[in-house]
């Protein structure tokens, strides 16, 4: 694990000394303006002595779009340095992981670099900001990017607004999907539903309900306003559920719960109606199996 260092802004943060534009604060760096970063100096290093981020909020990088580069760079090489800090053994990388990534894939064995002096908390505040402002995270990673900067730098909410360039509702409604389970999460990182899909699905009680919500509307390929009417009518149907379940018939419950033990799913018995769960096609043909009701397909 690297040295925590010490020094580099004198734990002010980077607010004494670029405010909003971290964009203008890298190319002060690189230009080595008179307000750049602390201990700056050029090196070339050997790619291998480079450590990725552990602050980098971005956990996906196209690949076409690295092999691009990739290109770009065998062919004019590294304009822009990586910017990186001293660390026990080697270096840590600050930003610039897809021009790393890329010159790998390039074949290159060194890369040009800038060190400066910052610490962890520099480092992670710098390396956030960066990807944050170039909004092209997607919604879970700039929801965790924004709640590490809340966690672990103190940030309150109106300075992370300010920051981002964001609305606080903005920020506040973003880091709520990280309550959402993780396998709904990751319908979002693989774009198969948006984060105005999944908002509404976290009026729910619990996360097996948001969970089961979400592969009903994925599957539906619902709209945004058929969501949210289908969660109104979901919590409104368990609501119902709820109140029935208080006063209902011992016997009942207990048909209930032999039919649960026996289809392996979600019974419901209410006067005149018998309602089973499923949860997609295969578990309901088992079902149907189960109870006799499949025709048996000709050889």
Request: charged share 35%; hydrophobic share 35%.
């Amino acid at each position: 694990m690297a040295e925590k260092k010490k020094g580099g802004l004198g734990g002010r943060g980077l607010d004494s000394i670029f405010g909003q534009d971290v964009d203008q604060f890298l190319e002060d760096i690189q230009n080595n303006a008179s307000n750049g970063a602390p201990g700056r100096r050029e090196v070339e290093l050997p790619v291998d002595v480079i450590r990725p981020n552990p602050y980098q909020p971005r956990k996906e990088f196209d690949k076409g779009a690295l092999n691009e580069l990739a290109d770009s760079i065998r062919t004019h090489g590294i304009f822009t340095p990586l910017l990186v800090r001293k660390s026990v053994s080697g270096y840590d990388l600050i930003t610039g992981e897809r021009r790393l990534r890329a010159a790998k894939i390039a074949g290159l064995s060194v890369v040009p670099a800038i060190a400066v002096d910052f610490t962890d908390d520099e480092m992670m505040e710098i390396s956030i900001l960066e990807n944050v402002q170039r909004e092209d995270l997607n919604p879970i990673e700039e929801a965790t990017a924004y709640e590490s900067l809340v966690k672990k730098l103190g940030y309150t909410q109106e300075k992370l607004a300010e920051r981002v360039g964001k609305s606080r509702e903005y920020c506040a409604n973003i880091m709520r999907l990280l309550k959402l389970p993780e396998e709904v999460q990751k319908m979002v990182v693989n774009k198969e539903l948006t984060m105005s899909h999944v908002r509404p699905l976290l009026s729910l009680e619990n996360e097996d309900q948001m969970y089961e919500a979400a592969k009903y509307v994925k599957s539906n390929r619902m709209s945004v306003r058929e969501v949210e009417k289908y969660v109104r009518d979901y919590s409104s149907q368990k609501k119902k559920t709820r109140i029935r379940l208080k006063d209902k018939d011992p016997l009942i419950k207990d048909l209930e719960r032999r039919m649960e033990e026996k289809f392996s799913t979600r019974v419901l018995v209410t006067k005149q109606n018998i309602q089973i769960s499923y949860s997609d096609t295969q578990d309901l043909n088992r079902i149907l199996e189960m109870m006799g009701c499949l025709e048996e397909s000709e050889e």
